[in-house]
């Protein structure tokens, strides 16, 4: 099976554009969740889907959103870009939603606002 | 303050030598995740625990759950340099029901020496 693949692999953008990332999850997967990793943050939490909606959502402004597919593809979108944006966007799915199911990740798209 | 402490936050070692990699949280963890990272790219599972007590291996990696739930601790034996990354552990600390909404610790980024 092909992992989850997320695309573009590396983006450059200018502040107050908007950019949207996207992701592939295994295939049978239903549960796709977004995360932001930065060096001075870490690893956090954007949002979950499940069956094309919205379960689960971090505290990150209105500035992020996303949405997921029939076939579970998702794509988020973020707005108005600032420099704080820069990050590496990393996409996860599981099959389904269970605490015993672990989060399979993708290679992150690189996103860089200057 | 972080709501995962990962401690140490880096570790550099020789090679063939043990190490071990401390979670803690104040709160009861609700499934405990480890993942491994190379810098920018995904991250890699490693180990899910999820029962008070419990303790996993695979291969040179040993992961342990505390009794109470809100520890974890994660030994490396016979380090190689292969082992080298970044290692973060991840967790559901709300209530056991934040499917695919992980918190992470900072991450220790591991160093081996040949």
């Known amino acids: 099976k092909a992992g989850v693949t997320q695309t573009p692999r590396y983006l450059i953008k200018t502040r107050g554009q908007q950019v949207t990332l996207s992701c592939s999850p295994i295939s049978g997967h239903r549960s796709v969740s977004w995360y932001q990793q930065t060096p001075g943050q870490g690893l956090q939490f954007l949002f979950e889907?499940?069956?094309?909606?919205?379960?689960n959502k971090g505290n990150f402004p209105g500035r992020f959103s996303g949405r997921q597919f029939s076939n579970s593809r998702s794509e988020m979108n973020v707005s108005t870009l600032e420099l704080g944006d820069s990050a590496l966007y990393l996409c996860?799915?599981?099959?389904?939603?269970?605490?015993?199911?672990?989060?399979?990740f993708g290679s992150g798209t690189q996103l860089s606002v200057l | 303050s972080q709501e995962l402490e990962q401690s140490p936050q880096s570790l550099i070692v020789q090679e063939g030598k043990n190490l071990t990699i401390n979670c803690t949280s104040s709160k009861t963890l609700y499934g405990l995740y480890w993942y491994k990272q190379k810098y920018g790219e995904g991250l890699i599972f490693l180990m899910m625990l999820q029962k008070g007590g419990e303790e996993k291996s695979h291969e040179k990696i040993t992961a342990k759950l505390d009794e109470k739930k809100q520890q974890s601790s994660l030994h490396i034996t016979a380090s190689q340099p292969s082992h080298a990354g970044i290692y973060l552990c991840g967790a559901d600390i709300l209530s056991g029901t934040s499917y695919g909404k992980l918190t992470f610790g900072q991450g220790t980024i591991l160093t081996v020496h040949p």
């Open positions: 996860a799915s599981s099959p389904v939603r269970r605490l015993d199911e672990k989060l399979f």
């Open positions: 889907y499940f069956s094309e909606t919205q379960r």
